[in-house]
């Protein structure tokens, strides 16, 4: 394993150092040969972005049937890489909970991967709120079971994650570690406001960006014809708007505005890693630009993107 050109940090508390760069699975690892996979996995591992995100998309809005998963689990074993220097992170979905319970989804994930265990998961997010008590005591089944070690909420409204903290104080169990949420140089409320901002300030949680590119949208100015995440607060067309700025800030750090962007998320203080898709080698070695990028010129590259933040006026506590 190279030397790191970023300090790791945990995603928890006392936990384990996590790479700052995390590779994820939705529409990535399908859209690459096994020979291209296993490479990627490789590439990863030397650049510090040896964190795998591992998600079976099969319900909700994301009934897809995807083999994404299975085929990361077929390169991973044909890449024999030491289990050690990889971090793994499932995902337990909300849409049809608890009638599909979460030791089924797990156990399901883990065969197909052809995994024994997750280091992490995150809790996927939800129209209507979840039994929260029922869920703490379920996540936390699956610690005991040693299916998993610690786990973290995606894009959930800020009320639920504190109801999440305060249960598992009750119950005397694991709460969330992280919190995984749209977070990037034009979307920042949820993760930079007074809803979720204290929890990061304070230790409680850590950060993992997401969809830091919205969709591709600001690592090429483009558009993509596949399915992307979520628009929250309607704000698509203002972010496409600011991207001709991204690139042109991009250009004088002397990076892709991909690298710009994961350099953004990481010079936050609360964000422990960055989640993006990559299917080449070559975008993953261009992305890993962000981290030498972040590590010498942090504050200036968010001084120099302060005007392309344009979700101020969308809500903060994750409602929509």
Known sequence: MSASTFPRTPLQPGGRPVPPLALGSWNTWDRMTGDEAIALIHRAVELDAGFFDVAYYN??????????????????????????????????????????????????????????????????????APDIPRLV?????????????????NNWRIEHTRQALAESAAQSAAGPAFAQLKYGIARRS????????????????????????????LATGR??????????GGIRGR????????ARVAAEFGVTPAALGIAFCLANPATANVLFGASRVAQLEQ???ALALVRDHGAEVRAALAACWVDRD???????
């Open 59 to 128: 319900m909700g809005p994301h009934a897809e049937n995807s083999r994404t998963d299975i085929l990361f689990g077929e390169a991973l074993r044909a890449s024999g890489v030491d289990r050690a220097d990889i971090v793994l992170c499932g995902k337990l979905w909300l849409w049809d909970w608890p009638t599909q319970g979460f030791r089924a989804q797990l156990v399901e994930s883990l065969d197909r991967a052809g995994l024994d265990r997750f280091d992490t998961l995150v809790v996927g997010d939800y129209l209507d």
């Open 137 to 153: 005591s379920a996540v936390n089944e699956l610690i005991a079971e040693g299916l998993v070690d610690s786990w973290g909420i």
């Open 190 to 217: 949820m993760a930079e406001g007074d809803a979720y901002g204290p929890l990061f300030a304070d230790g409680t949680l850590t950060l993992q960006a997401s969809d830091v590119f919205e969709g591709g949208i």
């Open 223 to 232: 558009t993509p014809q596949r399915k992307i995440g979520a628009d929250v």
């Open 239 to 246: 972010i496409a708007a600011v991207y001709p700025e991204v």
């Open 287 to 289: 992305n890993h630009a």
């Open 314 to 320: 969308v809500r903060a506590d994750g409602a929509w």
